[in-house]
C-alpha cells in the first residue's frame, strides 16, 4: 500500500477553489472573487507573476481565499514552500479547512515545515470537523496506518466512512477495501462492491481496479468478465499501476486476452512508471536477458535496478 495520499495537488486544489472560497468564510465579496478569478487564470496561462501581483493585495488585505490561493501558487508553481506555509498558517487561523487540511499535508512531509505528524493529525482533524472530505480520508489514513499514533481501526472507519458519505470517491474506494478486506468492519465484498462501484462511476481508479478484481471473480457482484476488463482498462488508463501490471500479465501470457508481447511491455513499463515493484521487477528481467521482441540492453537494465532500489526504498509493492 502507498503510504498517506494527500489531496494538495495544484490541478486539485484549483478544481476545488470554488467550493473552498464558499466556505472559507471570508473575502466573500464579489470582487475578491473575482480577482482570485483571475489570477488562477494567470496562473493556467503560465504567469505565475501576474498571479502573484493579483493575489497579494488581497491576501495582505486578510480575504482568506486569496492567501490559501496564493499559498497553492507558491507551493506548486514556484516551489517556494516555507512563504506557501506561512500563508496556509494565515488562512488555516481563520478557519479555512482547505488551508488547514494542505498545511497538515506539509507537517506530515516536512516541506516548508519541520516534519511532525501529531501536528498533521491536528490539522487534518480541524478541517475534517469542518466536513472537508480530503481532509477525512486523510485522518482516516493517518489512523489506519498508525502514522501519527497507535493505530486505530475504529477511527480510521469513522472518518472513512464520513467523508465516503460525502460523496469523496477516494474515500468511498478505501472504504471498500476495508469490506473487502475486513479491517475495522466485518468482511463484506457485496459492500465492498458497491462502495468500488460508486468511487468507479466517479472515474476514480483505484475504484475500478476493484471492482473489476470483484467481478472477475464473482465476489459479491455477479460475475462479468467483459465488465471486469473494461473496468480493468479504465483503471490503467489512468495510470493505475496495479491494473497496468493485471493487463501486462494478462497480454503476456493470454490471460483471457490474445497474447500481445507489445501490449505486455507497454503496460510493464506503465506500472514500472507509477512506481510499482513487481512490474520494475519484471522489467529488470526483460532488459537483462531480452524477452517481450526485445534484445537485452545494459542501460535499461541498469535504470530498472536503480528504479527497483527507489521503490523498495519508499516502501512501495
Known sequence: MKPIEHITALALSLCLSAAAFAQSGTGNHAGANANVDAALAAYRRGDAVAALNLLHPLADGGDTEAQFTLAMVLEFGLGKQAEAAGWYRMAAQTGHAAAANSLGAMYFDGRGVPKDRARARELYLAAALKDYAPAQYNLAQLYGQGLAGQRDDK???????????????????????????????????AAAARWFRAAADQDDPRGQFYLSVLMRNGTGVARDLEQARAWLEKAASQGNELASFELARAYELGLGLPADAAKALRYYRGSADAGYTLAIERLLR???????????????????????????SRGRN
Open 155 to 189: 477511527q480510521m472507519i469513522v472518518w472513512l466512512e464520513r467523508a465516503a458519505k460525502s460523496g469523496y470517491a477516494r474515500a468511498q474506494a478505501r472504504f471498500g477495501r476495508a469490506y473487502m478486506e475486513g479491517i475495522g468492519v466485518p468482511r463484506d465484498f
Open 286 to 312: 526483460v532488459y537483462r536477458i531480452g524477452e517481450l521482441g526485445v534484445e537485452p540492453d545494459p542501460i535499461l537494465e541498469q535504470l530498472m535496478t536503480i528504479r527497483l532500489r527507489h521503490a523498495r
